[in-house]
């Protein structure tokens, strides 16, 4: 190797090495936080023995060892940067193995960006770039082989090694075997013929002991679409160009590495620009709302400058945490009353299905928030998630189920991040079980319903209805139920639950409620108008805004004044 080369590959590691780290660190953190919220890694023996039942058992369960140290902010983005940093590593040497003469070491800067925009994803696991290195790493092995029959054995008998170990990178494998036979001039037709057949059919045969689908069967363990296949299909696509002198020949000089390096800087660039940094911001509120956070929630929320589901819903429940939701629901984007309850079903992305318990546990609904949390563990990657786990521990503490909070705390206690906080909500159950819950935990004031009802998941006035019948003074819950039929415009709705529950039960009234009944009672007797004790300034402001709205551009007339009122919203924004 050329001292110029060496000297290359150095800067070019060093850079990468720098750029990479600082995306992951501040620019794409709550990404790898939340991956590691969607798995868990247990320090047990069946745990371990889990994996076995599936392909790709090694690159999964060293996967997801690693992935439990996105936990920590800087520990992330430093494995995931070393990783990527192998992965070019093996693609250099792979490279150099057909003749790529000193400029491999920024030929093999291709694959590592797309693997790289690929890691961006949220249902990417980095198992897979795993299974990448680990493919690269054993045909480097495999070409050591001086004996030529000797080779055709060891082929065979790694294919069934790589589908167990790593999964389907198996045809990967047999087009480098392929093409290096090629490089070094050996004929032999019926050997490449029968590997790649071997190839395709291996994973046809299997996919019955593991109980795949036939999709399943070649694509494991990837979770995306074709996509995952780009990184090493681009590296291939590299060896069979490295079969063209005019390419194989080209050197280290300023032109080569200027235009070659423009490439690689337009490649990453596309690759970062197709980031969803949408998302990232959002995750970055839902960070804050794990940590109970409600301050920081309102300002990462301010920071959106256009409509968004998840953050209204997130900035509603901040709102009601501190006790001022109808003061502040106008203000801010509502689509309809999904802004309160986030709707699930079976078309779904992850991150509604994750989010949607929150709100219940933080009015206090335990059946529901458990019903909730436990679609989330469904959705997630094998079915284990350690946010959903901890939150079905919590939720089992609060209901007075020390059985059931002891299975999940049981399994929190196996995790290398979690088990201080098992073990210290362990230490309130232990001995305890014949006392009641309220003695035995610190709770915060919570109002979880005493009996199972059955409702339906959406009759979403039901649910919180019978949460107020209960217990009248969940001030956060009777909110939430009036909000509801508000932003349904459901006022008749609204007019019975505020006179069953809020009127004359309260010292003040909300201005949104105020307004909501104005509306309704505009053509009621004064009489009945008297005893709901709306202020003056009210009735005036709606007899002003019903005269302005009889004009021709009576919605932007109106956006000034009275965008954050009830009228408004309801008249143009629902």
Known sequence: MEKNERSLQWVIAGIFFVVCFAFFQWIYPNHLFFKEQMRIFLYTIDYFISFWDEPAW?????????????HLTVIGPLIVTCVLLLLWYFSMRVLRKFGGGNMVSIYALFPVALEWGLICRLSYSIASTLTLIFVLWLFLEYIRIKSERISVWVAFILLPIIYSMVGSRLFIFSLMVIFYEGAKNRKRWWFWFSLLLSSYLYPLFMRHFYGLSVEEAYKYSHEDGLSVYFPATVLILEIFALGINSIRRVRLNRHSLLITFLVVCGVFSFVIAGTNLRQERQLAVDQAVYRGDWERVLDLSAGFDSPDILISYYRNIAFSQKNELPQNLMDYY??????????????SSILPVFFSNEVYYQLGDMDMARHRAIEGILFSPKQRSVRQIKRLAEIGMRRGDVEEARKYLNLLGATLFYQSWARSKEKLLKGEETLSMKK???????WEREHDILLSISDYPGVLSNLVEEHPENKQALDYLLCHYLLDENLDGFKNAFDTYYKGKYESVPRLYEEALVQILSKSPEEEIAGYQIPQDVIEDYQNYLRRKSSRKAKEELRERYSSTYWYYSDYIK
């Open 334 to 347: 509502q689509r309809g009353s999904d802004a309160l309850f986030l709707p699930i079903d079976l078309k």
């Open 58 to 70: 090694l690159s999964c369960y060293v996967g997801n060892f690693l992935i439990q140290f996105f």
């Open 440 to 446: 035995r935990l610190p709770r915060k004031s919570d």
